[in-house]
């Protein structure tokens, strides 16, 4: 019956160091000097913020055009694309969506490959 309860013991407080290890490390407040009690005698107004103190919220512009991607400047690239689709039907679609995209990026080729997939 001892066994057992140095057991339990045990057991809880591996547990509970197990918990305490897993939860995030406290952090020490930071240091901050004790604000003065504000007194009514020679109370001075508060002063303008500085240019430093103000923070812009303004989006900054760019000051010169992004460069343009290398594929846009007329490389040859050749995509080989492999899909599924043997049917008559399915394979005239496909073909024709390969098609219209051609037609809208030239420096494109796209080398289809329909291949039956091991279903029936």
Not at 40 to 52: F, I, L, S, V
Not at 65 to 86: G, M, N, R, S, Y
Request: net charge neutral; charged share 20%.
């Amino acid at each position: 019956m001892l066994n057992k309860k140095f057991s339990f013991l045990v057991f809880l407080f591996l547990i509970t160091a197990l918990l305490a290890a897993c939860t995030a490390p406290a952090t020490p407040a930071p240091a901050t000097p004790a604000p003065s009690s504000p007194s009514t005698e020679g109370a001075q107004p508060a002063a303008e913020p500085t240019k430093e103190q103000v923070v812009s919220t303004q989006i900054p512009q760019p000051t010169e055009p992004p460069a343009k991607p290398a594929a846009t400047q007329a490389e040859e690239i050749t995509l080989k694309v492999w899909d599924i689709f043997v049917r008559s039907e399915e394979n005239a679609i496909m073909q024709k969506l390969v098609d219209d995209f051609q037609v809208k990026h030239p420096n494109v080729k796209v080398v289809r490959e329909a291949k039956k997939s091991g279903r029936s």
